[in-house]
């Protein structure tokens, strides 16, 4: 992630005005990236998702998610298209909560029902 890497700050990735959240499973993804780094990178990697954590609001996984959750899960079986679980689970939180799911790779979430997606570039 370049804002971890220091590249790019939350800052030039979201404007104050944005009403961002993420899903219960990209804090999940987030801190498993922290388990899995060796004991150099930990430290910062430990850091900055504490940061994104204490800075983000968490949307969790309700039952209004998973109703949308079913819907896209019978979408995929009808469509026989491969998606990953988590794109999935994302993609479910964004549909309950009308948000648009903002991703560098937006090909796992294309043709989704319902699903906006937006792939920006980080403001200089």
Same mark, same amino acid.
């Given at each position: 992630?370049?804002?971890?890497?220091?590249?790019?700050?939350?800052?030039?990735?979201?404007?104050?005005?944005? +009403?961002?959240?993420?899903? &219960? *499973?990209?804090?999940?993804?987030? /801190?498993?990236?922290?388990?899995?780094?060796? =004991? $150099? @990178?930990?430290?910062?990697?430990?850091?900055?998702?504490?940061?994104?954590?204490?800075?983000?609001?968490? +949307?969790?996984?309700?039952? &209004? *998610?998973?109703?949308?959750?079913? /819907?896209?899960?019978?979408?995929?079986?009808? =469509? $026989? @298209?491969?998606?990953?679980?988590?794109?999935?689970?994302?993609?479910?939180?964004?549909?309950?909560?009308?948000?648009?799911?903002?991703? &560098?790779?937006?090909?796992?979430?294309?043709?989704?029902?319902?699903?906006?997606?937006?792939?920006?570039?980080?403001?200089?």
């Amino acid at each position: 992630m370049s804002a971890e890497r220091g590249r790019a700050g939350i800052a030039s990735l979201i404007d104050e005005s944005d +009403d961002v959240t993420i899903a &219960a *499973v990209t804090a999940a993804e987030l /801190l498993v990236g922290v388990q899995i780094a060796d =004991s $150099r @990178r930990r430290p910062k990697r430990a850091a900055f998702v504490e940061a994104v954590l204490e800075t983000i609001p968490v +949307d969790s996984y309700d039952i &209004a *998610v998973a109703r949308s959750h079913a /819907l896209l899960l019978a979408d995929v079986h009808r =469509s $026989r @298209r491969a998606r990953g679980a988590h794109d999935l689970l994302i993609a479910a939180t964004a549909l309950a909560n009308d948000r648009t799911v903002v991703t &560098a790779d937006a090909s796992g979430f294309s043709e989704l029902p319902g699903i906006v997606v937006s792939a920006p570039t980080p403001r200089e």
